[in-house]
Each structure stands twice: as C-alpha cells, then as structure tokens.
C-alpha cells in the first residue's frame, strides 16, 4: 500500500551537508518528499517528539543531540514507505548496519546516527501530524 513515514535527517548529517545525497537515496528507492522543512528543534520539541524513550537510560542524551544543531524534517511517500525508508536507513546502531544503508555510510554513534525513520504506522501518522498539518503535505 502507499504510505506516508515521517524522516528525520539528523544535526550530525546536516552538519556534514549530505542532505542531497541522502533525498537522493529516498527518490532512487522511488520514495517522493511530500513534505519538508529545517528547523532547529527545541528541548520541549524533541523530549516531545521522543516521549516514548523519557525513562530510557540515553533519553538525556538523545534530547541533547537533537537540539545540538538544525534538522531536516520531511514525509516520505511510497509503496510500503515505512518498511522502505527503515531498510534504506539501516540498524539504528551504526556499526551494526548493513552495508550500503543511510546510516553505515554517514552515522558515527548510535546518538549521532544521521536519520530517524517512523517504526510503524502508529508512530508514523503521529509524527507525520506531530511536525506538519495536513494543508502542508503536497500529492502530486
Ligand atoms: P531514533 O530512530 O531517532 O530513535 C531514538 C534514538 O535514540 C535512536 O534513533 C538513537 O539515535 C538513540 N539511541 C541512543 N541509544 C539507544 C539505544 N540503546 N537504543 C535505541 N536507541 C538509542
């Protein structure tokens, strides 16, 4: 089915100015950007955005690094999108990801890891409404 997934490209990725060799990734893998914007997320924002990880050992951590710098925001669009854009993105610990992935090829740690990718479809309507209203995501 055609899905939506909501993608982050993260401060450390930024930082390196890959943006365009990681949407290259998505549109090769037929994955259309429906939706974008930079910003450079508050601490409220991102413990917000991470709620589920609150009582997690790395929650400081992660919060601490994604308000480090600006991020790259944007709804992907395609066949089985969710699933996709998680195997173009690899194992979220990037030692541990396969050859090839987003994340082997630009991630240093498993904080500083390059993207975020919604898990499921859950996770992703939320996301997807958590950083865009509707009137802001683009058919075509
Ligand atoms: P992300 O997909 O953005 O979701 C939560 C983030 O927490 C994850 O990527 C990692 O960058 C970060 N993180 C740090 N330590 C861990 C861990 N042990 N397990 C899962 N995620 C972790």
Known sequence: AIERTLSIIKPDAVAKNVIGQIYARFEAAGLKVV??????????????FYAVHKERPFFKDLVDFMVSGPVMIQVLEGENAILKNREL??????????????????????????????DGPDTA???????FAGMNVFAR
């Open 125 to 131: 309507k939320a996301e997807v409404a958590f950083f």
């Open 35 to 48: 939706a974008a914007r930079m910003a450079h997320l508050s601490r409220q924002e991102a413990e917000q």
């Open 89 to 118: 993105m690899g194992a979220t610990d990037p030692k541990k990801a396969e050859a090839g992935t987003i994340r082997a090829d630009f991630a240093d740690s498993i904080d500083a890891n390059a993207v975020h990718g919604s």
